[in-house]
Structure formats: structure tokens, C-alpha cells
């Protein structure tokens, strides 16, 4: 599927594969994505969504086949503020350390910066300004652990956006957070996909939700399907049996 130029492909993945020591997770996964594209990457549990992940972040690099960021040859990619990540909430110890809001989100300056380098009145104010866009203005100065989880995750989701990030990849990003949280979330993510034609990928076991607001749904179960958003919601019950086979209505939202 082909919707853009090349100048604004921002991930490419040719025939990747990839195994742990003794276990064969990616077979000869292909994958485009172009600016402003807003991918959901769904798959049951153990099918690699995760590894799919730190593959593109260079945390792990392919047995097999070529990743290209931005254009340029994974290996020799440095820029990497432009990459923001959100891991999933339980990787963050969930807000158990006692720093603040204004801490947390500078913290993600440190890439751009340098670690030593002090923040300087302009890094002072894009932290603010960013926890603004967050909804959190009023927590700035507020310990992390006294927040509830919709507003611990509009925290992590700031510290990646305060260097300006042109790809966001989040894993997992609303377990643990309420219904209505999770509304605000997206509604957040859609905006700034439009104001900034940000590139997004997503990883949700909650099918129904996501699929509402992304425009791309790559299905993965150790190979990789992409679907367009409209041609995915034409075939949701078979892509879904077929992926999750008897699980399926627990996932998909009946409207
Ligand atoms: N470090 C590792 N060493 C060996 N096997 C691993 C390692 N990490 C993951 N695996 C295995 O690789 C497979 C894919 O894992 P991965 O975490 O990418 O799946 P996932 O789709 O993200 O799963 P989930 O939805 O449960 O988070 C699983 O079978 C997992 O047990």
C-alpha cells in the first residue's frame, strides 16, 4: 500500500526477521509507513508486537533483512531525537520515584541536550508548555506518584513529546487507565498527528478502541499484514478469528 513520496517515508522494513536465541518471533516482515500515517499494530499475545518494536528503536537488530529511518540505513540512523517512545506503564514502575511532573518531562531533553548540559529559560519553558498540552499544567510542580494513571501516562507521552519527536511508537500506552482517560488520550494523539503530522504506531489490546482512530492497522502474528482502516473494518471478523481465533468477541467492540 503506497500513499506517499519518498521523502516522507519514515520506517521501512524489508523482509525483517528476527529469533531470540531459540525462538523464531518475525518472518520476513514488510513494512512502509509515510509521514502522518497513524498505524495500530494488533496481535495476540507472544506474537511479537513487542519485538517488532524494539526492532525499530535499535534495541534489537534483525537476524534478517533491512530497516531504514527516515530514509537512511537503521545502523548508521543517529538521530534519534526525532524517535519518541512510551513504553508500557509497567516498565515505568508506575510513578514509584519522587520526582515531579517539571522532572520526569525534562528528562526527555536529555537525548537532545546532552546529560550534563542545564536546562536554559527556552527547555524550561517547552516543559511547561508541553505538561500545558498535556492537560497536567496544574501538576507541574506535584510529585509523580501522586497522580492517578490516565494522568501518569499523559506524563510519559510529555517526556516524549518535549524534543519534538517526527515518530512516536507507543506500547501498550492505556492499560491501567480509565475509559474516559483513554478517550482524552487519543483525542490528544489525534491532534497532534494533525497539527504536527506527527507518524504514529500503536500498540492496543484493545482492538475496538484503536481502531477507531488510526488510519492503518498492521496485523501481526509472526508475519505482518497491513490494512487500510476502512479495508480492515470491512474484514474485522475474519482478520480477527483468523489472528485470534475463539478470543475474538472478548476484543472487538460490536457497534
Ligand atoms: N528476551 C527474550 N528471549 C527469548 N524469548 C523472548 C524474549 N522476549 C520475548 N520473547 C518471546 O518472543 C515472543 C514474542 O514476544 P513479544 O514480547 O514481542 O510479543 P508481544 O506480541 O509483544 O506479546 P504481548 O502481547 O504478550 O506483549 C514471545 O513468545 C516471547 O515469549
Known amino acids: 500500500m503506497r500513499n506517499g513520496n519518498a521523502d516522507d517515508e519514515i520506517i521501512r522494513l524489508a523482509s525483517v526477521s528476527f529469533h531470540y536465541e531459540d525462538k523464531h518471533v518475525l518472518d520476513q516482515v514488510n513494512l512502509e509507513l509515510f509521514r502522518g500515517d497513524f498505524v495500530g499494530i494488533v496481535g495476540p499475545n507472544g506474537s511479537g508486537k513487542s519485538t517488532l518494536m524494539k526492532l525499530i ?25 526525532k524517535v519518541g517512545y512510551v513504553a508500557q506503564q509497567a516498565a515505568h514502575g508506575a510513578g514509584g520515584f519522587p520526582a515531579t511532573v517539571r522532572e520526569v518531562v525534562s528528562s526527555g531533553l536529555v537525548g537532545k541536550l546532552g546529560l550534563f548540559r542545564r536546562l536554559k529559560p527556552a527547555d524550561r519553558e517547552k516543559v511547561a508548555a508541553v505538561v500545558e498540552r498535556v492537560g497536567l499544567a496544574d501538576k507541574l510542580d506535584k510529585r509523580i506518584g501522586s497522580l492517578s494513571g490516565g494522568q501518569l501516562q ?5 517526556r516524549a513529546l518535549v524534543a519534538d519527536p517526527e515518530l512516536l511508537i507507543l506500547d501498550e500506552p492505556t492499560v491501567g487507565v480509565d475509559q474516559e482517560s483513554i478517550e482524552q488520550f487519543y483525542e490528544l494523539l489525534r491532534s497532534l498527528k494533525d497539527e504536527h503530522k506527527m507518524t504514529m504506531m500503536i500498540v492496543s489490546h484493545d482492538v475496538g478502541m484503536m481502531t477507531q482512530w488510526v488510519n492503518k492497522v498492521a496485523c501481526l502474528q509472526h508475519t505482518l499484514h497491513l490494512h487500510s482502516k476502512h479495508e480492515f473494518e470491512h474484514h474485522q471478523e475474519e482478520i480477527l478469528q483468523v489472528m485470534y481465533g475463539d478470543t475474538v468477541r472478548v476484543l472487538a467492540h460490536h457497534h
Do not use: N, Y
Not at 154 to 158: G, S
Open 154 to 158: 499523559r506524563v510519559f507521552i510529555a
Open 57 to 81: 528503536l535499535g534495541l534489537l537488530t534483525p537476524t534478517a533483512g533491512r530497516i531504514l529511518l527516515f530514509g537512511q540505513p537503521q545502523e548508521r540512523f543517529r538521530d534519534w531525537s
